[in-house]
C-alpha cells in the first residue's frame, strides 16, 4: 500500500518506539552501569532528534509545496462549481428512474441532458433535471475523457451534497465526498484502491477538525489527529493494532511553528500511559525536556528522568533496582 504524507510522522514514531523498546531490553539484559545506561539514553535521544528533524523536513516541504499551489492542506475546499453550458448543445430526454436506482424512495421522472462531445457514443457530460421544477439532481462525468464515467455528483434544491469519484478509472469509487453550505463537510478515501474506505477527514466551516486512518483495513482507526485552527492540538496512535491507542500527542504553536509538547506512550500494553515525555521549543523543533516512568501501574512516577540541551543531566529512582521502560 501506498502511505501518503499523513503517514510520515507515524512511521517516525514508530521507529523510534522501536528502537527505544530493542534497547531498554539490552540494557535490562546486560545489568550496565549509570554510565552505559547513560551513553545508551544519550544514544537513543540522538536517533529521536534525528527521526524529527527528518519529519519536520518532510512537514515544512508538504507545507512548501502547498504554499506555491496556493492549496491549504487544512482549509475546506468550496463545492466545485457546475460548468455552464447552453442547453442547446446537449441531447435532451425524458426518463423514469425507479425507486432506489439513486437511493430514492419514489419513482422520478426527470429530464436526461447529455453532451457526447466527441462523438463516440460516450457521453462525458450527463445531467438530470427534476421534470417538474427543473432542478439539478444529479451529474455524471468522465473528467478525463476516456469514454468512462468517473464522478457522480448529487444535488438537493439545485445545492451540491455528496460526490463520488473514481481516480484511478478502475470503474470502481475510491472517493466519497459530503458538502454544506458550498464547502467540504466530509471526506472518505480509499488509498490503496482495495474496496475498503481507510481515510477520513471531517471539516467545519472552512478547515480540517479530524482527521482518521485505517492504516491496515481492518475497519479500526489506528491514528486520530485532532485540529483547531488549521493547527495540530492531539493525536493518538495504535501501533501494536490491538484496537485501542498506546501513543498520544499533544502539539501546540510556538513563533508559528507548531510543535509536539507532550507524548505519553502505554509501552506495557495496560491500556492506559506509562511513560509520559515532555518536550520544550528549540528553533523549530521539539527537544526531550523531562521523561517520566510508572513501571508498576500505580500511577505514580518510578522513574524521572531529566534533560538539558537533548541530553540526559539527571535521573531519579523510586528504586534503586529499576530500570527504564
Given amino acids: 500500500m501506498t502511505l501518503d504524507a499523513s503517514h510520515r510522522p507515524a512511521i517516525a514514531r514508530s521507529t523510534v518506539a522501536l528502537l527505544a523498546a530493542l534497547s531498554a531490553a539490552a540494557v535490562s539484559a546486560q545489568q550496565p552501569g549509570e554510565a552505559t545506561l547513560r551513553v545508551e539514553i544519550e544514544r537513543q535521544q540522538a536517533l529521536l532528534e534525528r527521526l524529527q528533524r527528518g519529519e519536520n523536513e518532510a512537514e515544512r516541504g508538504e507545507a512548501a509545496a502547498a504554499a506555491q499551489s496556493g492549496v491549504d492542506p487544512r482549509s475546506a475546499p468550496a463545492a466545485p462549481q457546475l460548468r455552464e453550458l447552453p442547453i442547446a448543445i446537449f441531447d435532451e430526454d425524458r426518463r423514469t428512474i425507479p425507486a432506489g436506482s439513486w437511493n430514492n424512495r419514489e419513482r422520478l421522472s426527470v429530464i436526461e441532458l447529455s453532451l457526447d462531445a466527441d462523438g463516440d457514443g ?20 468522465d473528467r478525463n475523457y476516456d469514454g468512462r ?3 457522480t455528483s448529487i444535488f438537493e434544491w439545485g445545492d451540491l451534497t455528496r460526490r463520488t469519484l473514481d481516480d484511478d478509472d478502475d470503474g470502481e469509487p475510491d472517493g466519497w465526498e459530503e458538502y454544506r453550505d458550498g464547502r467540504l463537510r466530509r471526506r472518505e478515501v480509499d488509498r490503496d484502491r482495495d474496496g475498503v474506505r481507510d481515510a477520513f477527514y471531517d471539516y467545519e466551516g472552512d478547515s480540517l477538525v479530524l482527521e482518521q486512518h485505517d492504516a491496515d483495513n481492518d475497519g479500526r482507526i489506528d491514528r486520530e489527529i485532532r485540529y483547531q485552527d488549521r493547527r495540530r492540538t492531539t493525536a493518538n496512535e ?35 500511559p506509562d511513560v509520559f515525555e515532555t518536550f520544550v521549543p528549540h528553533g523549530d523543533e521539539a527537544q526531550l525536556a523531562r521523561r517520566e516512568e510508572d513501571v508498576d501501574g500505580d500511577g505514580e512516577a518510578d522513574i524521572v528522568s531529566i534533560y538539558r540541551d537533548g541530553k540526559l543531566v539527571r535521573r531519579e529512582l523510586a528504586s534503586p533496582d529499576l530500570r527504564p521502560l
Avoid at 122 to 141: T, V, W
Avoid at 255 to 261: F, K, Y
Fill in 122 to 141: 460516450k457521453p462525458e457530460l450527463i445531467r438530470y433535471l427534476d421534470a417538474e421544477s427543473s432542478l439539478l439532481l444529479r451529474q455524471e462525468e
Fill in 149 to 151: 464515467l468517473d464522478a
Fill in 238 to 272: 495504535d501501533l501494536d493494532r490491538d484496537g485501542r491507542p498506546d501513543v498520544w500527542y499533544r502539539y501546540s504553536v510556538t513563533d508559528g511553528v507548531e510543535l509536539v509538547t507532550r507524548i505519553e506512550r502505554d509501552k506495557q500494553g495496560r491500556g492506559r
